[in-house]
């Protein structure tokens, strides 16, 4: 898997920027939409995870920096897929 996750309960539904991209994704293979959905689908519910430790103790640096690490994890999955989606 390309996204470490805390195991979660919920399960995220990907927002309107994660349906774009996972339309430019499908189009070359479905099981590389699959992938990248699954891969959404996990950073987005470590960054809700993130997020929600954050707000409970705003003075906690290593929680914030997290929350950061989690939205580059983002960033590196839409860079993998926009990358692979061009032609």
Do not use: F, G, H, W
């Not at 339309?23 to 993130?50: E, F, G, H, K, W």
Request: hydrophobic share 40%; glycine share 0%.
């Amino acid at each position: 898997a390309l996204v470490s996750s805390p195991q979660t309960a919920k399960s995220p539904l990907p927002n309107s920027e994660d349906q774009q991209l996972l339309a430019a994704v499908a189009s070359p293979s479905p099981a590389t939409r699959a992938q990248y959905a699954s891969n959404l689908q996990n950073v987005n519910a470590y960054i809700r995870d993130a997020e929600e430790s954050a707000q409970a103790d705003p003075n906690d640096e290593e929680a914030q920096q997290i929350v950061m690490d989690a939205y580059e994890q983002r960033a590196a999955v839409y860079e993998m897929a926009l990358d692979r989606s061009l032609p």
